[in-house]
């Protein structure tokens, strides 16, 4: 089965840096690659996905990128802000199959 | 729409005690998930549902028994309560497209 690996477990920056989430993944057949947000004590919340028939895709200050060859895929934060303080999950999965597999989640922590 | 309703959000059980989650939604999803989340293990699948009737396992589902008699519906059944189920417990839906999870707000449950 599809197992996925999250680096790093914990990211401290600075406020107007950037942040990068790194994945990787092992069924070449995944094709759908969200990235999910969880603030203390809330439920997780998709901030951005990607197929894999893209390479990359952007949505203000986030972005993602997929490298399908080498199976793993990253979630880029420009110029961060304290309210990026989060865990930030990423995953994998087949589309109309339903069974994403989570990383083990990076909690990101931006300090003014 | 409510979106993904889950209850109760707190629950304390003594081993062996026997108890039901329940999660409904209300945006006409087909799929529907459950998961654990433990601290540094990320989210991890239970069971999961494509349609109603039809239900699978996931990565961890000892102990657990689930039913989709409703599109709506997706109950989560613990069968005698151990304490290493003490855990966050969140149910998720999505469209048979499977753009992104919406979550549950969680159930805290504690086993002694």
């Known amino acids: 089965g599809e197992n996925v690996e999250q680096h790093p477990s914990t990211l401290s920056v600075q406020e107007g840096d950037s942040a990068v989430i790194k994945c990787t993944y092992s069924?070449?057949?995944?094709?759908?690659f969200p990235w999910y947000k969880q603030e203390l004590g809330k439920r997780p919340q998709l901030i951005i996905d990607?197929?894999?028939?893209?390479g990359e895709k952007k949505d203000q200050r986030i972005a993602v990128t997929l490298n399908k060859t080498a199976k793993h895929f990253s979630l880029h934060i420009t110029e961060t802000q304290p309210e990026d303080s989060a865990v930030y999950f990423c995953?994998?999965?087949?589309?109309?199959?339903?069974?994403?597999?989570f990383g083990t989640g990076t909690r990101l922590l931006v300090s003014p | 729409n409510a979106g993904v309703t889950q209850t109760p959000k707190f629950q304390v059980l003594k081993t062996g005690q026997s108890m039901t989650l329940q999660c409904a939604q209300d945006m006409n999803h087909e799929y529907m998930s459950w998961y654990r989340q433990d601290p540094g293990m990320g989210l991890r699948l239970i069971h999961y549902s494509v349609g109603a009737g039809i239900t699978d396992q996931g990565e961890v589902p000892n102990g657990y028994n689930v039913s989709r008699s409703t599109t709506e519906d997706f109950p989560l059944r613990l069968l005698s309560a151990a304490p290493s189920q003490t855990s966050v417990y969140f149910c998720?839906?999505?469209?048979?497209?499977?753009?992104?999870?919406?979550f549950g707000s969680g159930t805290r449950l504690t086993v002694v």
């Open positions: 995953a994998a999965g087949i589309l109309g199959f339903q069974k994403l597999v």
């Open positions: 998720a839906s999505s469209s048979r497209d499977g753009y992104g999870y919406t």
């Open positions: 069924d070449s057949a995944s094709n759908y």
């Open positions: 990607i197929r894999s028939n893209v």
